[in-house]
T-cell receptor, first 116, second 113 residues
Framework: GAVVSQHPSRVICKSGTSVKIECRSL??????MFWYRQFPKKSLMLMAT?????????EQGVEKDKFLINHASLTLSTLTVTSAHPEDSSFYIC????????????FGPGTRLTVL | AQTVTQSQPEMSVQEAETVTLSCTYD???????LFWYKQPPSRQMILVIR??????QNATENRFSVNFQKAAKSFSLKISDSQLGDAAMYFC??????????FGPGTRLSVLP
């Protein structure tokens, strides 16, 4: 149980285009989902926290107009990178918590974004 | 703000031997959770072990065990009988109730055959 999927696993896009990444909890309802960014050989950096049906909470320094997060249902959250640029190239990981205490997060397999 | 420190960027261990990864953290809270996550080359984050701060007993999961020293704010991970599949990045993480996870910078573990 507690499986989280991400789609796509890899995406290459041209500079200036937008890219949507989906995060799904497959066998549980996720009250909260998290989006992380990971640079090569670095730790996870939390970008934002999203709760179903409400606006995401962004960490300091993360542009909310550039990284649009939608948590439309208890099993789906999406991250849209708008007007992507090469510096947005990174590994993006989502995770989901199945209760409000969220003493554990279940991680998706990640999405590698390359912006040309 | 809470911080998590892993002072060993890289470690190596011989197959079948034991290795200990260090983690220290800073918090003013008394009840919280600590975690070790493994990230193999596939990049999938996998929970290795979890410790509740109010429990004095160290958590164990098969070949993985922790040495939790609350007063010293230390949370080390011991891997016994190391296997080739244990090679990965290991992240120590802290979480206080209702707050987000704080991850350490990671330790890259190599297992030598």
């Amino acid at each position: 149980g507690a499986v989280v999927s991400q789609h796509p696993s890899r995406v290459i896009c041209k500079s200036g285009t937008s890219v949507k990444i989906e995060c799904r909890s497959l066998d549980f309802q996720a009250t909260t989902m998290f989006w992380y960014r990971q640079f090569p050989k670095k730790s996870l950096m939390l970008m934002a926290t999203s709760n179903e049906g409400s606006k995401a909470t962004y960490e300091q320094g993360v542009e909310k107009d550039k990284f649009l997060i939608n948590h439309a249902s208890l099993t789906l959250s999406t991250l849209t990178v708008t007007s992507a640029h090469p510096e947005d190239s990174s590994f993006y990981i989502c995770s989901a918590a199945r209760d409000n205490v969220y003493n554990e997060q279940f991680f998706g397999p990640g999405t590698r974004l390359t912006v040309l | 703000a809470q911080t998590v420190t892993q002072s060993q960027p890289e470690m190596s261990v011989q197959e079948a031997e034991t290795v200990t990864l260090s983690c220290t953290y800073d918090t003013s809270e008394s009840d919280y959770y600590l975690f070790w996550y493994k990230q193999p080359p596939s990049r999938q984050m996998i929970l290795v072990i979890r410790q509740e701060a109010y429990k004095q007993q160290n958590a164990t999961e098969n070949r993985f065990s922790v040495n939790f020293q609350k007063a010293a704010k230390s949370f080390s991970l011991k891997i016994s009988d190391s296997q080739l599949g244990d090679a990965a990045m290991y992240f120590c993480a802290y979480r206080y109730y209702g707050q987000n996870f704080v991850f350490g910078p990671g330790t890259r573990l190599s297992v030598l055959p």
